[in-house]
Each structure stands twice: as C-alpha cells, then as structure tokens.
C-alpha cells in the first residue's frame, strides 16, 4: 500500500497544507519529516482557520495517526502551544506522536540565527529567525540536543551545560552578545520535556506498521523543493531537505527510499518567495499586488503564516519548476491557487532563460548568473471569470484547461489535482491520488 509524499514544488507556500489535508482522509498516518516551526501551513476546515508550523495537517481527522519525525526541529514552546490550541477548539490530539530522535531547538538557536542574520546585513537570507538553520548546524556538529534528552535531567544537564559552553563562546566572541546563562534556561526546558513526555514515541515504528498492514501513509514536506540545502537557490535555501530528493523524507521518518510508492509535487499557479534569493521571473508592478492581496481581506493574501512577510509574487517558472518535477522524481502535480488568477487578463509562464543572448532551459547553479538571467515568457490568455465553485476539469473555463494543458506540457507530468480556493472541497480531483 502506498506510502505518498506530498512536496512542495517551489520556494514553498504552494498550498501543502490544504493539499495534505484533502488528501489525509484516506491516510491512517500523517507525518512531517523535515524542517521545523518555519514552516507554516494555513488549513480551513469545518472546524475553523487553522495556523500550523509543527502539528502534521492531519490533525483534524480524529482517526489519524499524526507523528513528528526524527528530521523535524521541534521547537518546544511553539509545538505545546500548537496542541493546547488545537485542544482549545475541542481538536484531538492524543493521536499525535512526537520522535524521541528530532532535534531541539533551544534559545541559543534562536538568538544565533539573529545575530547571524544581523552581522550578513545586505547578504542576509531573510531567514525566519526561528532557529533552525543554527539548529541543524548543530544536529551535524553533533552538538545537537534531542527530543529523548528533555526527557531525564541526567541526560539533558551534561548536554546543555556542554552546548552552552560551545555556544557561548560563539555567541561572546564572534557576535559580541550577552551569553546565556544555564539556570535561567534548564528548568523551563525540563518542564517542556515533561508536559511532551505523554506524546514522544517511536515514529519509525508506527510508519512502518502502518505499512505493514497496507494502510495509506502520507509524508507531509514543509517548505518549497527550491528552497533545498542540496538542489534550491543556495545559499537562500533553508538548512533542512523539503524535497523527496537524496530520500529526504525517507530519512526523516526512518524507513527505506523503496518503501515510498509515489512524490506529489505542490506547484501555486503563479510564484511566490519569501526571504532573499534569486527569483527570476519576479514582478514589481499593479499585477503583483493584484495577485498578493487576492482575498486579502479574508485573511488569503500573500503574507507569510510564520512571519507575515508580504511574499514576492512572480509569473509561474516553468525552468525552475520543470527541474524541481525532476529531482524530486514526481509522478504527479497539484496545482493550487488557480483561482487567484481570475482576473488576470494575460497570464505569462516562463519557459525558459535568456543569458547573454542565449537561451537556455535549465537553472543554474551559480548565484551570479542566476540573478542575471532573464524570463522568456509565453503569453496565454486568462479566464476572467470566477472558478471558486468548480469542482470538474470540464467545467472549468476553456482558457484555464488550455493553461493546465500547457503546464503539464511544460513541467512533463500531469495535474492530478486543482485547487480553486482554501476549503477543503474547493478543488478538482483530475485523477485520484490515493
Ligand atoms: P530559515 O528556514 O528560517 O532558515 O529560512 C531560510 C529561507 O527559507 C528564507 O528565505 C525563508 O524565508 C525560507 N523559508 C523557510 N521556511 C519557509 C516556509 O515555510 N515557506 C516559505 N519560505 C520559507
Ligand atoms: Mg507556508
């Protein structure tokens, strides 16, 4: 039975979340493998509109397993205060597993990816300042505290006391900052380990007894493909593997490559990116603002869940996407936000590069050049008119099955899926997934 991984095709905010959450209903187990409270899913269901950076999209399926695996930095804090308000609104959540192997992130995290940030000044990554780039780096220098190290103060003095040591050196010396001191930090961190305790368990297990028994497991990604530590723009790219790509979800839940039986790519119908980095086919003028504060005033625009960043918005990029679909090795795509570009009059993909005179179709990997390219854009001619209420490939405008046909052409995979707004039932299923 398959194990599915949802990705998201782009500099993430592609609409995982709702995508998961559709998709969720026939999963008996939902996991997040990677990244951490970075990430923010935007979820609108029966129950409400929900904001999530940890808790897995499937949460609102009281029949679900949702597990946190061992490649997710756990930000303590965040995470308890995501379950107490899920439990707030009578969600269940006692179906929720946390991995004893994901790494913590703690204050000097946190105070770290600031200072950091600060002393790039105008090379700054426009991180989201959540510690998880300082978390990972920790996880590689063996440095890193785990979730299994909250549990007992015998294991966790001995490693925060050796952390702290290190980092503050770091934090003195490099940044010129005030240290962190070990009593004003312990005993709020022994207090997480405890009120966590009830959810920590063995993540791989539970993925591969689900398997076992042929029930549908969903590994949920968090962040975009092109924001990758190995494939995206480097070095604006977060410091984890939101692709499927080197088994990144794989190995964030513990089991095998040949144990996942399909990748679904999340492609917006359009870009966007948050944070600094190259962004070739980005746009400065009224059709941005157009397409950002589309249902702006529900709360729908683009402005970063985590952050609330205003996100940059671009013409859809059919290089850069064309390379995710590869590396990602996906069968399949969800295109999202279609809707938004109801009123667009001409709609442009990018289908390939122009660098000094020349043409090309594939992304480079030098940062230089990447910022130097220019679009070559193919016009197409919009809809104008609303979609929010289709729910059939054929009911939907003539233009916008033309501009499906086209990306699907373009990115060499078929649209599965098509979302025309942020419910759970505003979304044409081309072909099932499950
Ligand atoms: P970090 O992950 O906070 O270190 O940020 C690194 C880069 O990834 C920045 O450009 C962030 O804006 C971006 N980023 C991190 N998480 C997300 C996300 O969930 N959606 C979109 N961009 C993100
Ligand atoms: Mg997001």
């Known amino acids: 039975m398959p194990i599915v991984v949802v990705v998201g095709g782009q500099w993430g905010d592609e609409g995982k979340g709702r995508i998961v959450d559709l998709l969720a209903r026939k ?36 029949e679900k397993t949702c597990v946190i695996g061992n490649g997710v930095a756990v930000d303590p804090e965040v995470l308890l205060g995501e379950i107490e308000g899920l439990q707030a609104k009578s969600i269940d959540t006692s179906r929720l597993v946390l991995s004893d192997r994901a790494q913590v992130i703690m204050p000097w995290h946190r105070l770290l990816d600031q200072l950091e940030e600060a002393r790039r000044g105008d090379a700054a990554i426009g991180t989201t300042g959540k510690g998880v780039g300082p978390c990972f780096t920790d996880k590689v220098a063996r440095r890193g505290i785990r979730v299994a190290d909250l549990l007992r103060a015998e294991d966790l003095v001995p490693r925060m006391r050796a952390a702290l040591d290190y980092q503050n050196r770091v934090v003195t010396c490099v940044y010129d900052a005030e240290p962190i001191r070990f009593e004003d930090c312990f005993d709020t961190y022994i207090e997480y380990g405890k009120r966590l305790a009830p959810f920590v368990g063995d993540v791989q297990e539970i ?123 996906l ?59 289709v729910r059939s490939f054929d009911d939907l405008p003539p233009q916008a099955q033309a501009f499906i046909k086209r990306v699907e052409e373009l990115l060499g995979c078929p649209v599965d899926l098509i979302s025309v707004g942020p419910s759970r039932e505003q979304a044409v299923i081309v072909n099932p997934i499950f």
């Open 331 to 389: 069968a399949a795509l969800a295109l999202t936000r279609l809707d938004v570009l109801d009123d667009i009059a001409t709609i442009k993909i990018c289908t390939s590069y122009e660098l000094d005179g020349e043409i090309i179709d594939t992304l480079p990997a030098r940062e230089s050049v990447l910022n130097k390219v220019r679009p070559v854009y193919e016009e197409l001619p919009g809809w104008q008119t609303p979609t929010e209420h």
């Open 27 to 62: 999963a008996k187990v939902v996991a997040r493998y990677s990244a951490g409270n970075n990430a923010g899913h935007t979820i609108v269901n029966d129950r409400g509109e929900f904001k999530l950076h940890l808790v897995p999209a499937g949460i609102f399926y009281p």
């Open 207 to 329: 993925v591969l007894d689900a398997h076992r028994r042929g029930e549908h497991v969903l590994l949920e990604g968090a962040q975009g493909s092109l924001l990758d530590l190995d494939h995206g723009t480097y070095p604006f790219v977060t410091s984890s593997v939101p692709s499927s790509s080197s088994s990144g979800a794989a190995l964030g839940v513990g089991i095998g490559p040949t144990d996942i039986s399909r990748v679904v790519g999340v492609f917006k119908s359009y870009s966007t990116r948050v944070g600094n980095g190259p962004f070739p086919t980005e746009l400065f003028d009224s059709v941005a603002d157009q397409l950002r504060d589309h249902g702006k005033e529900f709360g729908r625009g683009e402005y970063g869940t985590t952050t609330g960043r205003p996100r940059r918005i671009g013409w859809l990029d059919a290089v850069a996407a064309r390379y995710s679909v590869r590396f990602n090795g």
